[in-house]
């Protein structure tokens, strides 16, 4: 935890890589958890993602927002496909026993009107 909350000497420099060139330690994004939101407002609040990088003017080791990852994005996207198939095919076969029963409504409708008349 002693990388994640910044040291006070690096407040004023916790966003030097917007004025200034800088290179990713940490390749990969990682997930902001817990207090990381309330310390580190600037990284975890735009995407819920940092990632550490330094700065080459200032020398600074600062977190930075990143994108969500593609593979997060796509598990997303596929659960929301199985979801709204799910739901598609639950849609459907309430239609189809909806329709079922309206039929058999109407056969018996009009088999009662033929015994009247008869």
């Known amino acids: ?8 000497e690096n407040l004023e420099n916790a966003l ?3 004025k200034e060139d800088f290179t990713v330690i940490e390749k990969t ?3 902001c958890q817990g207090i990381e939101f309330s310390v ?3 990284a975890c609040i735009p995407t819920g993602f940092r990632e550490k990088v330094k700065c080459l003017k200032s020398g600074s080791e600062v977190f930075k927002s990143c994108p ?3 593979w997060l994005e796509e598990r997303i996207f596929w659960a929301f496909e199985v979801v709204m198939c799910v739901l598609g095919i ?9 329709k079922k029963k309206i039929e058999r409504d109407m056969i018996a409708r009009v088999q ?3 015994s009247a008349a008869v």
């Open 1 to 8: 935890m002693k990388d994640v909350l910044p040291k006070p």
């Open 16 to 18: 030097c890589w917007q």
């Open 29 to 31: 994004c990682r997930p």
């Open 40 to 42: 580190m407002k600037a």
């Open 68 to 70: 969500r990852p593609s």
């Open 90 to 98: 639950c849609s459907c076969g309430i239609v189809v026993l909806r």
């Open 112 to 114: 009662r009107q033929i």
